[in-house]
């Protein structure tokens, strides 16, 4: 038995959970869409709602790519860096885009969740991924633990972006519509 298989039901139960929170991130922005657009709105989604959507594709990318009947770690553990070390690159893109966007003043808890959480969980899959090279059974746990990471961040975010839209938005473009 290789160290990846005994992994493979946490990350069939993984994977499947971002899958089914991509289409239902899908759902909300399609209702979302709906409502009048403010300037800057573009900008923030690039900060906000797409990063979240590229945290849980890359939590079903790296289930697949374990769930792989692999022969060995190195093939997986290469794609597994190869993922943390571009999410790297993701984070501070966002951290750059949550710093630029007008639309919303960003507080601590989005710098947590939107940049400083998913760096740290793309930074923990890389180093995780590169020792899975030489000892297998520990940096699995790494490696599980940045994927659960992510898939989090990802629900908080969703509901973070939720929450604001109904809570916020909405009852602003409510009152923008009645007679004063």
């Known amino acids: 038995m290789t160290e990846l298989s005994r992994w493979v039901n946490f990350f069939v139960i993984v994977g499947s959970s971002a899958g089914a929170l991509i289409g239902l991130q899908f759902v909300v922005i399609t209702l979302v869409a ?85 760096l740290a969980a793309y930074a923990m899959l890389a180093v995780s991924a590169y020792a899975a090279r030489a000892h297998s059974y520990e940096p699995m746990f790494g490696i599980a ?18 929450t604001y839209h109904v809570f916020v938005k909405k009852p602003q473009h409510e009152e923008a519509k009645q007679p004063h």
């Open 145 to 162: 633990a940045a994927a659960l990471l992510l898939l989090f961040t990802g629900i908080h975010n969703a509901w973070d972006a939720v």
């Open 34 to 118: 709906t409502m009048p657009h403010t300037p800057g709105q573009e900008q923030a989604g690039g900060a906000y709602a797409t990063p979240t959507i590229v945290h849980f594709g890359s939590v079903l990318l790296l289930s697949a790519v374990l769930s792989a009947p692999w022969h060995g770690i190195v093939g997986a553990s290469v794609i597994c860096f190869l993922l943390g070390f571009g999410g790297l690159a993701y984070a501070i893109i966002v951290a750059r885009r949550l710093r630029v966007q007008t639309a919303y003043q960003p507080v601590f808890e989005d710098w947590l969740f939107h940049a400083l959480l998913p």
